[in-house]
């Protein structure tokens, strides 16, 4: 689908888009006296109108294959757990003002027999506040929840990053075997015709080309196998890069990755995105100590007051009436202090255990990562030492074996039970290598995820 809607395209842009505008030109000029007709060309904008939007269909615009880099960009624009963490960052940031909330205030009205038997009214506001401490503890635990949503996006990204490579390594690894399991049906093919022919002219008995058919099946069924594996692995991609359908790796052969440079110790380990995440984390919960005890602090409560005094009353010794129109005004200020704090404490305690949560999980990770670091860089050396075998030793020996064996069957210095044995040792080779290659660069994969480096 992929191939067909590129060359679909392709044809339409460079083929027949330029003709129909060719046509719909020379129809449109004027032939002597003759008045140009403008319907003519009608049809033609129709038709550049469909084609338009076959151009812009999703077969037209299907991508092609894909490296891994490219694989890597396209999941972390598309991936929905790359964005739902971003998403969470945006909310976080969102309610950075929420840290110096102030509360609400309070607007009372009263009206009544307030002072005196006449009616009165009585408007007052009050508004209660916390001490500056309390707002600033408030402020660092807001960005220390921006600066957890932060390391946890960097932390999904580096675990999608790690799922891509190892999915499209798997791919890789499925398309190069599959070209060695054809060349080597190719030979059992050949072999089976070989032996077919010997048998009717009477060389051979039944057992040969019997043999030679159930390798050739048995092949077959090989290459129906991995060419599964191959699917089941462009289907993963497909999710991981949330695709409208199956993605095609660019590469067809199976390449060592670059390990990245070992670490002359573990400090590099407390750097790494699991690591900064957990380091965060920490952080937080210690933020979350200081506004629970901020909130232990006495609060300031404020309050203006403006109301009516209708009546008379006796003002520096003379006789005063007041009426509706005369208004009277006060303020009030108080601390509200919290007595019985046994709540307060509790709520502190329960703060200060989430701390030690955090920091006995942190510290198991430095452990845990501490201990994997060095399992990977004994495989990898083990790893490395075996595709050199291969490399400089087994394939090219693997190489000779088949030619050899071929030419001697053929020369009939060999039977048909000392080829297929040849063969199949040659192709044991060749599929150990393989193996062994994709083995390495998932090490290789799963150390630049520990180690926080970026291997493409």
Known sequence: MVIGGLVTATLLTLLVLPVLYALSERKAKPKG????????AVPVSVVLLVLGGLLSSPAARAQGPLTATQAVGQAMQANGTVQAAQRSLEAQ?????????????????????VNSP????????????????YYKAQ???????????????????????RQVRLTYEQAVYARHRLRTLRGQDSIYAEFLRAAQLRFKTGEVNRLEPANAL?????????LAQVQADLVVAQRQLQALLQAPQPVAVADSTLQRLAAPAAPT????????PQALALRQQLAERRAETRVERAQGLPQVNVGYTNQTLRGTYEVDGRSQTYGTGDRFQSVQAGVAIPLLRGAQKARVQAAQL???????????????AAARLDELRVRLQEQQRRVQFYEQTGLPQAATIVRLSQLSYKAGETTYSELL?????????RTAYLDAVLAHNQTVIDLDYLLGTAVQ
């Open 93 to 113: 940031q969102a309610l950075r003002r929420t840290a110096f909330d102030v509360g609400r205030t309070t607007l009372l009205g009263n009206y009544g027999q």
């Open 354 to 368: 989430q701390e030690q949560v955090a920091t006995a999980q942190y510290q198991r990770y430095q452990a845990e």
């Open 265 to 272: 110790d573990t400090a590099q380990l407390a750097t790494t």
């Open 118 to 133: 006449l009616a009165d009214n009585v408007l007052s506001i009050g508004q209660s506040l916390a001490l500056p401490g």
């Open 139 to 161: 402020a660092g635990l807001s960005q220390a929840q921006i600066a957890t949503r932060e390391q946890q996006l960097r932390q999904v990204q580096a675990e999608l990053r």
């Open 214 to 222: 159930i390798q050739h099946g048995e092949t077959q069924n090989l």
């Open 421 to 429: 044995l040849n063969l199949e040792r040659a192709l044991s080779v």
């Open 33 to 40: 006296e003759e008045k140009p007709q403008p319907s003519a």
